[in-house]
């Protein structure tokens, strides 16, 4: 069962969205990038105009089902202090656990707090095997330039 029906916890989505073609097939929660040819893709690095994928309610699918290659995907922009429910690793999360990026856009906890670090823990929760969303509240120096990425 989903901890959480919706990625953008703050409810602060208006005009802070992209609708874009999916590159690839990816889960809601996970951060994702527009790439060179217009289209939503994997984050690889916290850097540039990154953007968390939300669920896509508009084609009938769920928190837990992932947005296909081809079909329409809408992100919400990282801003300093909004709140998402990012899926996240195995791990012992704490109130405050710093948060980076992982692989195909995942996200887990960090070792410490560092620049690679893209937010902090909202929730204690113990994730034991399969990626879950956790609350994650956005920190400073996340935001790009208006113009980058696009």
């Known amino acids: 069962m989903a901890r959480y029906r919706r990625i ?18 990816l889960s809601p929660g996970v951060g994702v990038v527009i790439d060179a040819n217009g289209k939503f893709t994997a984050a690889t690095e ?20 992932k947005v296909p290659v081809g079909d329409s995907g809408v992100g919400n922009y990282v801003e300093e202090g909004r709140e998402f429910a990012l899926l996240c690793g195995v791990g012992t999360y704490k109130k405050d656990s710093p948060i980076k990026l992982a692989i195909n856009g ?45």
């Open 46 to 65: 916290a850097t540039g105009r990154l953007y968390i994928l939300d669920c896509a309610y508009h084609q009938g699918l769920t928190v837990n089902d």
């Open 8 to 25: 953008n916890i703050d409810g602060k989505s208006l005009y802070k969205t992209e609708t874009r073609i999916m590159a690839q097939e």
């Open 106 to 150: 995942g996200f887990m906890l960090a070792t410490d707090d560092t620049d690679s670090v893209i937010g902090y823990s909202q929730d204690d929760h113990t994730i034991a095997s399969t990626p879950e969303h956790i609350r994650v509240r956005m920190r400073a120096g996340t935001v790009a330039p208006a113009d980058a990425g696009a």
